[in-house]
């Protein structure tokens, strides 16, 4: 199992994806007045997060774990769940001090949402490039949220936490990424 981790780079991935809240989480605290995080560096932060684990969802010899005599799907599901749970009890974590990411609703609904997200672009452009597209869209959805039915769809993850329409389009993705990557896998490398 630690072989497999290794392979897989979960102690760097790991350790950058909880540096990076915590970078945040202090810089927060020590120049802010305010206890509650913004929702752009809320929606940053569990970007970034994401992403640097992104690269967990491929080994570095594709062939070879395709051939190996184990179920995969289920494998992959618990693989995406358990950075899941590591985002969100990270950011929730920060509830009992000076510096929050929240809320709850929106942290749980983002971080479900862009995790889809990249698991499903792992699944067509490979685990290498996933992150391009979360990333992208959580940094131009946070810095421009549009409040009309259409442009509150398209800006999912900038929403405030009370939005169901950005909550529909979260739980479509999640699901949907979930799916494909613990179906198929990662894309391979030509």
């Known amino acids: ?34 206890r509650d995080v913004v929702l752009l560096l809320v929606v940053l932060t569990v970007t970034l997060m994401v992403a640097a684990l992104s690269t967990t969802l491929a080994a570095p010899d594709e062939d070879l774990e395709r051939t190996a005599a184990l179920r995969w799907p289920w494998r992959r599901a618990v693989h995406l769940l358990a950075v899941l749970v590591l985002v969100l009890v990270v950011l929730l974590a920060t509830q009992l001090t000076g510096a929050r990411f929240g809320p709850t609703a929106l942290v749980v609904r983002d971080s479900a949402g862009l995790l889809g997200l990249t698991a499903l672009c792992a699944t067509v452009v490979g685990a290498a490039r996933a992150w391009f597209l979360p990333v992208g869209w959580a940094v131009v959805a946070a810095m421009f949220p549009q409040s009309s039915t259409w442009g509150a769809l398209a800006t999912w993850p900038g929403q405030p936490h009370t939005s169901r329409s950005a909550a529909v389009v979260a739980a479509v993705l999640a699901v949907t990424g979930i799916v494909a990557y613990a179906m198929r896998g990662a894309a391979r490398r030509e």
């Open 1 to 34: 199992m630690i072989l497999h981790l290794r392979a897989r780079r979960v102690p760097l991935a790991l350790a950058a994806s909880v540096g990076v809240a915590a970078l945040n989480w202090a810089l927060w605290l020590t120049l802010s007045t305010e």
